[in-house]
């Protein structure tokens, strides 16, 4: 079973749709790193938390660390949010490195 | 300011040939690492570094060697390509982090690599 578990794996949306994409984890964490990776493209830093809920633009993540779990919402969604996002956390146990376990990712697709 | 810097973006290789990933970052991170992303698997971590001279192995190291000899530069050199190698290539640099702590993570754009 891997460590870091996302779903769905694929999604299809209608613009302007309210999106969730859930990320399920088994180890304990000091950090869960939300990326973005658009198609052929690189991979961008989208949020990093550790408790609570952080905001950018129509993007949201939120985080229950007794339960493990983290979700990305977006709001109002468009084409140019069709992306793959990817889950990874950070494990304290690893010492002083920054290894990231990595999910196998959620492919999102925006129709107009 | 760059970020972090991969080249080559794409590269096909005949099975047995070697070649060197470049990947470079003008942030002053500590730390970084390379990965390979395989369609259906995570990101998996193939090289680490820590620190100028100082190296250590991922997940899936076999069939690759870095070195760290600046803060800026971390090479990932395919010493005999094999098909297998076939996939995405993921620099990232960060600074680093204390026990317990976490830091963001920089990615380049990542190299297609192809071997036939």
């Known amino acids: 079973k891997n460590e870091v578990e996302q779903s769905p794996q694929n999604l299809t949306a209608q613009e302007g749709e309210f999106i969730t994409i859930n990320c399920s984890y088994s180890?304990?964490?000091?950090?869960l790193h939300w990326l973005q990776q658009h198609p052929g493209g690189g991979i961008v830093s989208l949020f990093m938390?550790?408790?609570g809920k952080k905001k950018h633009g129509r993007l949201i993540a939120t985080i229950n660390i007794q339960e493990k779990h983290s979700s990305l919402h977006i709001t109002a969604s468009h084409p140019r949010d069709s992306a793959v996002y990817i889950c990874?956390?950070?494990?304290?146990?690893?010492?002083?490195?920054?290894?990231?376990?990595f999910g196998t990712g959620t492919l999102l697709a925006v129709q107009p | 300011n760059a970020g972090v810097t991969q080249t080559p973006k794409f590269q096909v290789l005949k099975t047995g040939q070697s070649m060197t990933l470049q990947c470079a970052q003008d942030m002053n991170h500590e730390y970084m690492s390379w990965y390979r992303q395989d369609p259906g698997m995570g990101l998996r971590l193939i090289h680490y570094s820590v620190g100028a001279g100082i190296t250590d192995q991922g997940e899936v190291p076999n069939g690759y060697n870095v070195s760290r000899s600046t803060t800026e530069d971390f090479p990932l050199r395919l010493l005999s390509a094999a098909p297998s190698q076939t996939s995405v290539y993921f620099c990232a640099s960060s600074y680093q982090a204390g026990w317990g702590a976490a830091t963001e993570a920089f990615f380049g754009q990542g190299t297609r690599l192809t071997v036939v």
């Open positions: 938390l550790s408790s």
């Open positions: 990874a956390v950070r494990s304290p146990y690893e010492g002083a490195t920054n290894k990231l376990i």
């Open positions: 180890v304990g964490i000091s950090a």
